[in-house]
């Protein structure tokens, strides 16, 4: 069981928005802006999308974007494209004596 | 180009002792913190470790604690991970990240060495 919920699955077609959701808890998102945000590939290592909720390191797309409410964080990919296929993963500080929690991971597929 | 590189990885038996390095290039190492992450086959990423750049603070996932130890040596770039006790779920692929200002978030990641316990 990840300390944060991510739904196991989502699918857009291209051209669409969609978002992408992790719910934490007050110990962790809902108390820190320190949620980021990760795409991996299969076989690869992963790759930063967002940090501290709604930062993008330079190179990254701003097709992709962040954002926070309560204890819930949100990725939103615009113009999805079918390169957008991959898990997707949150992870956020926490207050538990676990410092740092990830979510079980979102797979995107691009119909 | 800024990189980092993952080895020590193998198969070990349950109960058994192994150190994994994370050596890095092309940027100032001693100005970082650094992560251990690790993914079971087929499975999520789980969070295993944090050390600040200067090796005076280090974090553990409940999991290892108690079982892994993290260190750095910053006059030779590299990052470590020694595992003892280890358990058949410690069986997963182990990556480095950088830390930047000793965060939470990695932004540049090595390309993971398998770790597999089994007897």
């Known amino acids: 069981q990840s300390a944060l919920t991510q739904p196991a699955s989502v699918s857009g077609s291209p051209g669409q928005s969609i978002t992408l959701s992790c719910v934490g808890t007050f110990d962790d998102v809902g108390a820190y802006n320190f949620v980021s945000w990760y795409q991996q590939n299969p076989g690869k290592a992963p790759k930063l999308l967002i940090y501290d909720v709604n930062n993008r390191p330079s190179g990254v797309s701003d097709r992709f974007s962040g954002s926070k409410s309560g204890n819930t964080a949100s990725l939103t990919i615009s113009g999805l494209q079918p390169e957008d296929e991959a898990d997707y993963y949150c992870n956020s500080y926490s207050s538990s004596t676990t410092r740092v929690v990830f979510g079980g991971g979102t797979k995107l597929t691009v119909l | 180009q800024v990189q980092l590189v993952e080895s020590g990885g193998g198969v070990v038996q349950p109960g058994g002792s192994l150190t994994l390095s994370c050596a890095a290039s092309?940027?100032?190492?001693?100005?970082?913190?650094m992560q251990w992450v690790r993914q079971a086959p087929g499975k999520g990423l789980e969070w295993v470790s944090l050390i600040w750049n200067h090796g005076g603070n280090k974090y553990y996932a409940d999991s290892v604690k108690g079982r892994f130890t993290v260190s750095r040596d910053n006059a030779k770039d590299t990052l470590y991970l020694q595992m003892d006790s280890l358990r058949a779920e410690d069986t997963a692929v182990y990556y480095c990240a950088r830390a930047p200002y000793n965060s939470v978030w990695g932004d540049i990641w090595g390309q993971g060495t398998m770790v597999t316990v089994s007897s």
């Open positions: 092309a940027f100032t190492f001693s100005t970082y913190g």
